[in-house]
């Protein structure tokens, strides 16, 4: 029996997980509200309250599961990349709990563990799992990446943003707008009652498979200014309009360099990771190719799309079965590729 303790603590969600022989028994996440009046993450903060949350968090997911300390095989962390004093607590956390129980430490790459969400199943949980290889649209706040996923432990990134990433553009035309943060579920609900075409924004002309993303966001930025120099109220009466088209923009280039990517590598297998995936109009630019391309596409449940332990228990399960432990020794990093 292999039972998996798994922490994430990379941003500002703590969160652990339990998993028994590649069945999700709990997935446990505390989310900080702390930074929304900031409008955006406060690294300090986080890890203060990383310190607070990561006792309850894990105390929670082992009752809901069911399993005693000395039951778990091996502790999974999250090493990187991430914010450096979040990802401390965790580790720190991690490595103590191993140390003390004389159990193995294993490692995971965040980003891995985003594309591994695809495979993290409960019990009752049938979704067909994507067949390697696959493409992975990893979206997120701080990531936007197509990657080839040819195994759990073989991945290649085929483009990624050169700047900003999408979920960041998304939060950024929120606070332009004036809106609350995380400003992608608002422009995302926003977006769903006005006019898509009403307005279009510069999209950029990036070689190969990269993105970038902080050209539309100084294009949003100057036709505002100059909405405004004759009507005051410009963004509260368009805000819809406004956001759908925005959102329309940033689907459209994601969209475009996915199509390219299945173009040139031949896969038909297609999966959406990290929180962005929640977009409506990007779900529903997955379904129309699902449709019209024949496309297989894999859109997983919400609770394994942003931040969380289950995928990174999923991950350090795989690479437990392979005996591939972290030395205790080993430093949290926070920037890294694949
Ligand atoms: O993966 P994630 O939870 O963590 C970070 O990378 O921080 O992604 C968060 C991002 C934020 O930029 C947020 O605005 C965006 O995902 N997001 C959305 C939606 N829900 C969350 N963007 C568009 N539409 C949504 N419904």
């Not at 778990?72 to 990802?87: D, E, H, K, W």
């Not at 129980?101 to 980003?111: K, M, Q, W």
């Not at 960041?168 to 332009?176: N, S």
């Not at 959406?272 to 379904?287: C, E």
Request: net charge neutral; aromatic share 8%; glycine share 8%.
């Amino acid at each position: 029996m292999l039972t998996i303790l798994a922490i994430e603590s990379s941003c500002d969600d703590t969160s652990a997980a339990v998993l028994r022989d590649g069945i999700l028994l709990s997935n446990v996440t505390a989310s900080q509200s702390v930074h929304e009046k900031y409008g955006g993450v406060v690294p300090e903060l986080a890890s203060r309250a990383h310190q607070q949350n990561i006792v309850p968090v894990v105390d929670t997911a082992l009752k809901e599961a069911g399993v005693r300390r000395e039951e778990i095989s091996a502790i999974a962390v999250t090493l990187g990349p991430g914010l450096l004093g979040s990802l401390l607590v965790g580790v720190s956390f991690a490595k103590g709990m191993a140390l003390s129980l004389g159990i193995p430490l294993v490692e995971v790459n965040h980003l891995q563990g985003h594309v591994l969400a695809h495979f993290v199943r409960t019990a009752d949980d049938k979704r067909p799992v994507p067949p390697y290889p696959f493409l992975c649209l990893l979206v997120s706040g701080g990531n936007s990446q197509i990657i080839r996923v040819n195994a759990p432990s073989d991945m290649e990134i085929l483009g990624q943003t050169i700047d900003d990433a999408a979920g960041e553009a998304l939060d950024k035309c929120a606070k332009i707008m004036g809106l609350g943060y995380p400003g992608g579920p608002i422009i995302d609900r926003l977006a769903r009652q006005g006019n898509a075409n009403a307005y279009s924004f510069a999209k950029p002309t990036i070689k190969g498979l990269d993105y970038s993303f902080s050209g539309l966001k100084t294009s949003f930025l100057y036709f505002l200014r100059d909405q405004l120099e004759t009507d005051p109220n410009f963004i509260n009466t368009y805000q819809n309009d406004l956001a759908a088209s925005f959102e329309r923009t940033v689907v459209e280039i994601l969209m475009q360099k996915l199509d390219r990517a299945v173009r040139e590598t031949g896969i038909r297998h297609i999966a959406l990771s990290g929180g962005v995936s929640a977009n409506t109009a990007l779900r529903q630019a997955f379904i129309d190719r699902q449709e019209r391309k024949g496309w297989t596409v894999y859109i997983p449940p919400f609770a394994y799309t942003t931040d969380n332990a289950a995928m990174i228990a999923q991950a350090g399960y795989y690479k437990a079965q392979s005996n591939d432990f972290c030395p205790l020794d080993k430093p949290a990093f926070a920037r890294t590729t694949i």
